[in-house]
């Protein structure tokens, strides 16, 4: 697909947009001020493949925290802000590598001055987001309730705030919980921006509604060639986010290397845990992303080498018994239990 040429902009030591590669975000659910804490969450989030992580900071003590918590990662550092300005300028201060605000519930033009200014002097980007939850009562009236056009209005205007501000080092977000709004806004902002955009589908659920939703909605952005970074909002561990972000820019195409694992639906020939299995080797194969091979988890040991033909690897078990499959070919037998560990042997010898 054709990726739209947006403006480069350069968050810590990473680049986004300018055709660079979609990066994935998370946010932390720690408490900001809680150093050790969230410094352990956000070294789990990079081993798990994010690009760039935001914590909130709703107060002058988590400002303060991102010092330390700073020095202690590896990945770029946003600062999530609403409503203090001040908070802001602090988060700024102590290391924010970019700040997320909303230049409408930030206070009154002075005060978007005020950090613009400090963004300005340190050369930090802002993300100006907006989200159809928080759209200003103007645009509520104008379209009679929230649209898509609604939303891009409203982030074009805090855009255009700015940047007569004198600056334009600027990420735009904007974010709904309705799928096909979300779409259509991006669509259009896409055709009268040239800023990188950061795509989502807001407060968009749990585990299994949260990725449906993000899902669909992310596929058909992305394959627009539209969006520069990328987060699955999900109510549940982070960590959860980060694979499936992986997975829908694998299966776009946008992003190569890591295993893709396959398994079978499970059918009344199954004699093995082959659900709980399929997630053990879901998890094991995140530490082998320099891995560009398929990986295929089957119920049985009767149909599992030939259902798993096309993987690189595979594994079927039943009766006690399980079979490790390399192309197609069967080339161990081993007991159920030692299945996992067979397979991450072969894994580990991959390549070598």
Same mark, same amino acid.
């Given at each position: 697909?054709?990726?739209? =040429? ?13 055709? &660079?590669?979609?990066?994935? =975000?998370?946010?932390?659910?720690? +408490? ?14 990079? #081993?798990?493949? %994010?690009?760039?992580?935001? %914590? ?6 988590? /400002? ?40 409408? &519930?930030?206070?009154? *033009?002075?005060?978007? $001055? ?22 200003? #009562? ?16 409203? /982030?074009?205007?805090?855009? +255009? ?13 904007? $974010? ?13 902002? *896409? =055709? =009268?921006?040239? @800023?990188?955009?950061? !795509? ?18 992310? /596929? ?16 549940? &561990? ?28 499970? %059918? ?16 094991? !194969?995140?530490? @082998?992303?320099?891995? &560009?091979? $398929? ?5 049985? !040991? ?13 594994? *079927? ?9 390399? +192309?197609?070919?069967?080339?161990? +037998? ?13 894994? $580990?010898?991959?390549?070598?």
């Amino acid at each position: 697909m054709h990726r739209e =040429q947006t403006k480069e902009i350069l968050i810590g030591n990473k680049k986004i947009g300018g055709g &660079n590669p979609i990066l994935i =975000q998370s946010m932390t659910n720690t +408490k900001t001020e809680d150093v050790s804490e969230t410094v352990a969450q956000i070294l789990a989030l990079e #081993e798990a493949g %994010c690009d760039i992580v935001r %914590c909130a900071v709703p107060t002058m003590e988590a /400002a303060e925290a991102l010092k330390e918590i700073k020095k202690q990662i590896h990945i770029p550092l946003v600062a999530d802000i609403h409503f203090d300005y001040c908070l802001a300028i602090a988060a700024m201060e102590n290391g924010a590598d970019k700040i997320r605000i909303n230049p409408g &519930n930030i206070g009154s *033009a002075e005060r978007v $001055k005020a950090v613009v200014e400090v963004a300005k002097g340190k050369n930090i980007p802002i993300r100006v987001g907006v989200n159809s939850g928080s759209l200003e #009562e103007k645009y509520l009236e104008k379209y009679g309730k929230v649209t898509a056009e609604g939303i891009v209005e409203s /982030a074009l205007e805090k855009v +255009k705030m700015i940047e007569e501000l004198g600056y334009d080092n600027l990420v735009i977000s904007i $974010k709904s919980s309705d799928v096909l709004m979300c779409v259509k806004a991006h669509e259009l902002i *896409a =055709q =009268q921006t040239n @800023y990188p955009l950061h !795509v989502g589908i807001t407060e968009s659920g749990t585990i299994i509604s949260g990725n449906i939703k993000s899902s669909v909605g992310l /596929a058909l952005i992305l394959n627009q060639g539209i969006g520069d970074t990328i987060r699955v909002s999900l109510t549940g &561990n982070p960590i959860e986010e980060i694979k499936s972000a992986k997975l829908i820019l694998k299966t776009l195409g946008l992003r190569q290397g890591g295993i893709s694992v396959v398994s079978c639906p499970t %059918c009344g020939r199954t004699q093995i845990d082959l659900i709980g299995l399929a997630n053990r080797v879901e998890t094991m !194969v995140t530490k @082998y992303d320099h891995l &560009n091979i $398929k990986v295929a988890v089957m119920g049985c !040991v009767v149909n599992g080498p030939g259902e798993a033909k096309e993987a690189d690897l595979g594994i *079927a078990g039943g009766n006690g018994v399980g079979l490790l499959i390399k +192309k197609g070919e069967v080339i161990k +037998k081993v007991e159920e239990e030692k299945l996992l560990d067979t397979l991450e042997d072969e894994l $580990k010898k991959w390549g070598k």
